[in-house]
C-alpha cells in the first residue's frame, strides 16, 4: 500500500488530452490539458508550479477554479497522505464548473476564509465594489455636512477593508490639519498608520527570494491582482498622509528625513502605477475606473505641486529623483475630476484651490474663475444644501468648528476689501478668540483694523491697537519646527510699536492684503480697486503731513508699492510703472523693510508682461530672484516669481498674453 501511494506521489501530473467541455467558460491556473486518468490528481497538486492568481495584466487561463482547501494546498508540497486523502475526494464534474469570474478578480471566492467556514463567501472584486460604494456614500454624507454620520459608517469595517480605513482616516487628519490640535494630530496618525497596515494587509506578498530579486530589478505590476493593484494606491495615499502629519507632529531633523523618504516612497508607487496604466499588456479590471482616478489625482497633484516650487528647491528636488510638469499636472487632475469615481471630488477640490487661491497666492493671480466655476457647477446640483455664501456655511453644521473659522477668514478679507474695518475687526476678535492656527496673525490683523478707525468711531472692547501690536511677538508658534512666515511678517511689523513713542505703521491691514496677493481680488472689480486707492492717497497725504522720522521711506515705499498695483488694475500703466521703479531707485533709503524692492521688481515684471515686454520681464524677474536675500516672506515671493517666469519662458512671441492666461 506504501509502495503504491509513494508511485502515486511520484507520478507526472500533466498529460496533453483536452478536457471535455462544461456549459460555462471557466478559469484555472492549469498549464496544461489533463486526461480523464488525471483526474484522481488533486488539481492543487497539477497546478504546483503556476500562479494561484490570475495577474491583471493578463488573460485568463481556461480550466476549472480551484476550492478552498486546493488552494491553500499548493502553497506548499502535498505528502503521500494528502495525496492520497484528494484523490478519494470526489470531483465535480464539468457541468458543474462555476461560472466565470471578472477577468480581473484577483483571488478567487473560494480562498475567502468564510468558504472555508461555510459562510458567504464573496470575491475580492465583489468586495471592492461594496466598500467603493459605502465609501462613496460615506463622501457624500460628509460633503452634505454630516461628517459625525460619515464616520460612523465607515468606523466598523476599518480593520477589513482598506477603502474604509483610507477614508476614516483621511476625515480626521482633515479635523487635525484645521484645528493644529496636538491630540487631533496624534490621534489622526495613529488612525493612519492603522489604515496604511490594512492596506498592507491587501497588498502583493514577497518572499524572501523577491525581496532579494526586487534590489535589483523591481517587480513588475502586471502580475499584480486588480485587489492589489488597489491596495498600492491606497497605500502611497496613506504614507503621503503620514508625511504630512509627521511634519506637524514633530519638529526634528529624523522626524522630517522620515517624512520625506515617504513621500519620495508615495512618489515612486504613483510613477509606476501610471506606467502600469500605459502598459499595452494592462487589462482592465471591473473597479478600473476608480483605479485611474486615484492614480490621476496621485501624478496630477504631484506633478502640479512641485511646477510651483523656486527653481533653486526645484533643482534639489530633482537631484533626489522628483520631477513637475505643470500643464500635465493639470491634464491629469482634469481628466480625473471629469470621471464619476471614488476621487474625482479630490481631483476636483485640488483643481478649485489652484485656480482660486494658489494662483493668488502663490502666483500672479491671473486664476481661472470661468473654470472654477464650471467644475463646481455639477456639485452645486448634486449637494443643493451646500452653501454657496459664508455665512450659510456658518449655519449649515455645528459640527466641527473649523469650517467656521475658515468662513470667519474669508469675511475678514471680504470686508477688508471693502474697507469696512469694524466688520473685518469683528472676524480677527472670532478668530483670535476660537481658533489656535496663528493668534499672533490674528491679534496683528485686529491691531491693524483698530488703526483704519476714524477719530469719532469708539474701539469696540475697549481694546487698544497698540497694547494689541505690543503682544503680537509673545504669540509666535512653530508648526513642523518652522515659524510661519505669516507671524514672522507680523512679529517683524509690529516691533516699533515696542517703543515709549511708537511710530505708527501708515496702512497695515492694506499691507497684509498685498502679502495675501489681494489687489489681484479687487483688481477685478473697479469699484472696489479706486476705494483703496482713495484710502492710499489720505495715508500718504497724513504720512506727508507728520514729521519726518527714521522709517519714512519705508512707509513711503509700501504706499507707493500699493498704490502702483491699483493704478494697473484700473488700466493706468505709466503710473504704475513709476510707482514700481520709485521703490527701485530709493532701495538704499529703506532701513527694514527689505521685501519691497523683489516684490517692487515683481509688480514691475507682471505689469510688463501684460504689455507682451517678455525680455524686459524676464530681466527683472532674475533680477529680483537672484539679487535679494533673507527678506520678509522671501519663499512666497519666490514661488509668484517662479510663476511669472514660467508663464514667460512658455508664452510664445506674439500674443503671449492670451495664452498664458489660458495656462493660469
Not at 497538486?45 to 486546493?70: I, K, L, Q, W
Not at 462613496?136 to 465607515?154: E, P, W, Y
Not at 501610471?274 to 504631484?302: R, T
Not at 519691497?596 to 525680455?615: F, K, T, V, W
Request: overall charge positive; proline content about 6%; some cysteine.
Amino acid at each position: 500500500m506504501r509502495l503504491s501511494l509513494w508511485r502515486a506521489h511520484r507520478r507526472p501530473p500533466f498529460t496533453s488530452v483536452p478536457e471535455p467541455a462544461g456549459p460555462f467558460p471557466t478559469h484555472s491556473t492549469d498549464t496544461e490539458p489533463r486526461t480523464d486518468a488525471d483526474q484522481s490528481w488533486p488539481r492543487c497538486y497539477r497546478a504546483r508550479g503556476s500562479r494561484c492568481r490570475s495577474p491583471v495584466g493578463a488573460a485568463p487561463r481556461p480550466g476549472p477554479a480551484r476550492t478552498c482547501a486546493e488552494a491553500r494546498c499548493c502553497r506548499r508540497r502535498s505528502t503521500p497522505c494528502e495525496v492520497a486523502a484528494a484523490a478519494a475526494r470526489p470531483l465535480r464534474p464539468p457541468s458543474a464548473s462555476l461560472p466565470p469570474a471578472p477577468r480581473d478578480a484577483l483571488r478567487d471566492a473560494s480562498m475567502d476564509p468564510r468558504a472555508a467556514s461555510g459562510g458567504d463567501a464573496r470575491s475580492p472584486t465583489s468586495d471592492l465594489n461594496v466598500a467603493l460604494r459605502e465609501c462613496m456614500a460615506a463622501l457624500d454624507l460628509f460633503l452634505n455636512n454630516k461628517f459625525s454620520d460619515a464616520l460612523t459608517s465607515l468606523q466598523a469595517k476599518t480593520k477589513e477593508s482598506m477603502y474604509h480605513a483610507l477614508t476614516y482616516a483621511t476625515i480626521l487628519e482633515m479635523q487635525a490639519m484645521m484645528t493644529f490640535d496636538p491630540q487631533d494630530i496624534l490621534n489622526a496618525g495613529n488612525t493612519m498608520k492603522e489604515a496604511q497596515a490594512t492596506c498592507q494587509k491587501f497588498r502583493k506578498k514577497s518572499t524572501v527570494a523577491d525581496s532579494i530579486n526586487n534590489l535589483v530589478h523591481r517587480q513588475s505590476l502586471e502580475h499584480f491582482t486588480e485587489e492589489e493593484i488597489h491596495a498600492e494606491i491606497c497605500y502611497a495615499e496613506c504614507l503621503l498622509q503620514r508625511a504630512a502629519l509627521t511634519f506637524l507632529q514633530d519638529e526634528n531633523m529624523v522626524s522630517f528625513i522620515k517624512g520625506g523618504i515617504k513621500v519620495r516612497n508615495s512618489y515612486q508607487t504613483y510613477r509606476e502605477l501610471d506606467s502600469l496604466i500605459q502598459s499595452p499588456h494592462y487589462v482592465k479590471g471591473e473597479n478600473h475606473l476608480h483605479f485611474e482616478g486615484g492614480v490621476k489625482l496621485g501624478v496630477g497633484a504631484f506633478n502640479l505641486t512641485l511646477s510651483m516650487f523656486p527653481a533653486r528647491i526645484l533643482r534639489l528636488l530633482e537631484f533626489v529623483g522628483f520631477s513637475g510638469n505643470k500643464e500635465h499636472g493639470l491634464l491629469q487632475l482634469q481628466e480625473g475630476a471629469s470621471s464619476y469615481s471614488f476621487r474625482s471630488v479630490l481631483c476636483t477640490m485640488l483643481l478649485l484651490c489652484y485656480h482660486t487661491f494658489m494662483t493668488f497666492v502663490l502666483g500672479t493671480g491671473k486664476g481661472n474663475v470661468e473654470e472654477a466655476e464650471r467644475l463646481l457647477k455639477p456639485y452645486l446640483a448634486r449637494y443643493p444644501k451646500a452653501v454657496n455664501k459664508y455665512e450659510e456655511c456658518c449655519e449649515a453644521q455645528q459640527y466641527w468648528k473649523q469650517f467656521h473659522h475658515m468662513c470667519y477668514w474669508e469675511l475678514m478679507w471680504c470686508f477688508t476689501y471693502k474697507r469696512q474695518w469694524k466688520m473685518a475687526f469683528f472676524y480677527a476678535d472670532l478668530l483670535s478668540k476660537e481658533n489656535t492656527w496663528s493668534k499672533a496673525t490674528y491679534i496683528y490683523m485686529k491691531a491693524a483694523y483698530l488703526s483704519m478707525f476714524g477719530p469719532d468711531d469708539c474701539s469696540p472692547f475697549g481694546d487698544s491697537e497698540v497694547e494689541l501690536f505690543r503682544i503680537v511677538p509673545s504669540l509666535k508658534l512653530k508648526i513642523a519646527g518652522k515659524s510661519l512666515p505669516t507671524e514672522k511678517f507680523a512679529i517683524r511689523k509690529a516691533r516699533r510699536y515696542l517703543s515709549p513713542n511708537p511710530i505708527p505703521l501708515p496702512v497695515p491691514p492694506l499691507e497684509m492684503m498685498y502679502i495675501w496677493n489681494g489687489y489681484a481680488v479687487i483688481g477685478k472689480c473697479p469699484n472696489l480697486t479706486e476705494g483703496m486707492l482713495g484710502t492710499l492717497i489720505e495715508a500718504e497725504e497724513a504720512l506727508a503731513r507728520s514729521s519726518a522720522t527714521e522709517l519714512l521711506a519705508d512707509d513711503q515705499c509700501v504706499i507707493k508699492l500699493l498704490k502702483g498695483l491699483c493704478f494697473k488694475h484700473l488700466g493706468k500703466i505709466s503710473e504704475a510703472e513709476d510707482h514700481f521703479n520709485y521703490i527701485y531707485l530709493n532701495e538704499k533709503k529703506i532701513k527694514y523693510d527689505h521685501y519691497l524692492i523683489p516684490n517692487a521688481l515683481l509688480e514691475l515684471a507682471i505689469l510688463y508682461l501684460d504689455q507682451d515686454r517678455r525680455e524686459e520681464a524676464i530681466k527683472l524677474l532674475e533680477r529680483a530672484k537672484q539679487n535679494y536675500k533673507n527678506y520678509s516672506m522671501e519663499t512666497r515671493t519666490h514661488f509668484r516669481i517662479q510663476a511669472a517666469l514660467h508663464q514667460a519662458k512658455s508664452a510664445p512671441e506674439n500674443g503671449m498674453h492670451s495664452g498664458a492666461s489660458a495656462v493660469s
